[in-house]
C-alpha cells in the first residue's frame, strides 16, 4: 500500500484567489492522480499527473485552471486558480502501487470552500 | 447513459442481515473492476477486486458477470461497522481510464 499525505486539509477561501494543494506520498510511485468530489457526488478525475511533464486533463479540466506540478516520483501539486463558489469542493490525490495488479489509493482529501 | 451506474440507495438493513448491491457497467472493453468503501467525510479505500471467477474475502463477496456487464457485491452477517458508501469501480482502456460509480449508501441498523 501507500501513505499518502495533503495540505492543506481543508481551507475558506475568497474568490478570484488561488489555493495550491500539496500532496506526498511515502513510497516512489508510477501513477498519481487528482480528483475532485463534490458533495453527495461520486469522483470525478481532474487529471493524471506526470513526472517531468505536462498533466493530462480529462474533458472539462484546463491547465489555466488547474495547474498541476510532478517534480518527482513521490510528489505533486495541484493549483486551483481564480476560485469561485463552484470550486468548492473535496480535492483527493491518489496513487496507483505496483503490486497484485492495479491497486489505487487515496490521499485524506482537501476540503476546499469558496466564499 | 451512465459508464458505471449505481443504486444510490440508502440500503438500511439490521445488523446481521445479508445484503448485496448491484453495479452496472456500459463499456464493454472494462477490463477490471473493484469496490471501494468511501466513510462519511473520508476518503475511499479499496474494499477489494473483482476477479472473473469471483472471489471471497470475509463477508464479502464480489461477483462479476461479463455477459450482462455487471459487478455485486454481498455482504454477509452485517455489522453497524459496515455502514459506509460503497463504490464501483471500472478500468478500461489498458488502465488508462478509471471510471468510479455514484456510490451505494448502506446503513446498518442496531
Known amino acids: 500500500s501507500a501513505v499518502i499525505s495533503q495540505k492543506p486539509s481543508r481551507d475558506i477561501c475568497q474568490r478570484g484567489t488561488s489555493l495550491t494543494i500539496q500532496c506526498q506520498v511515502d513510497s516512489q510511485v508510477t501513477m498519481m492522480f487528482w480528483y475532485r468530489q463534490q458533495p453527495g457526488q461520486s469522483l470525478t478525475l481532474i487529471a493524471t499527473a506526470n513526472q517531468g511533464s505536462e498533466a493530462t486533463y480529462e474533458s472539462g479540466f484546463v491547465i489555466d485552471k488547474f495547474p498541476i506540478s510532478r517534480p518527482n516520483l513521490t510528489f505533486s501539486t495541484l493549483t486551483v486558480s481564480n476560485m469561485s463558489p463552484e470550486d468548492s469542493s473535496i480535492y483527493l490525490c491518489?496513487?496507483?502501487?505496483?503490486?497484485?495488479?492495479?491497486?489505487?489509493?487515496f490521499g485524506p482529501g482537501t476540503r476546499l470552500t469558496v466564499t | 447513459r451512465k459508464e458505471v451506474e449505481q443504486d444510490p440507495g440508502p440500503f438500511n438493513v439490521p445488523e446481521g442481515a445479508t445484503v448485496a448491491f448491484n453495479c452496472t457497467y456500459s463499456n464493454s472493453a472494462s477490463q477490471s473492476f473493484f469496490w471501494y468503501r468511501q466513510d462519511c467525510r473520508k476518503e475511499p479505500k479499496l474494499l477489494m477486486s473483482?476477479?472473473?471467477s469471483g472471489n471471497e474475502d470475509g463477508r464479502f463477496t464480489a461477483q462479476l458477470n461479463r455477459a450482462s456487464q455487471y459487478i455485486s457485491l454481498l455482504i454477509r452477517d452485517s455489522k453497524l461497522s459496515d455502514s459506509a458508501t460503497y463504490l464501483c469501480v471500472a478500468l478500461s482502456g489498458g488502465y488508462q481510464k478509471v471510471t468510479f460509480g455514484t456510490g451505494t449508501k448502506l446503513q446498518v441498523i442496531p
Open positions: 491518489s496513487v496507483v502501487v505496483a503490486g497484485r495488479g492495479y491497486e489505487q489509493y
Open positions: 473483482v476477479y472473473s
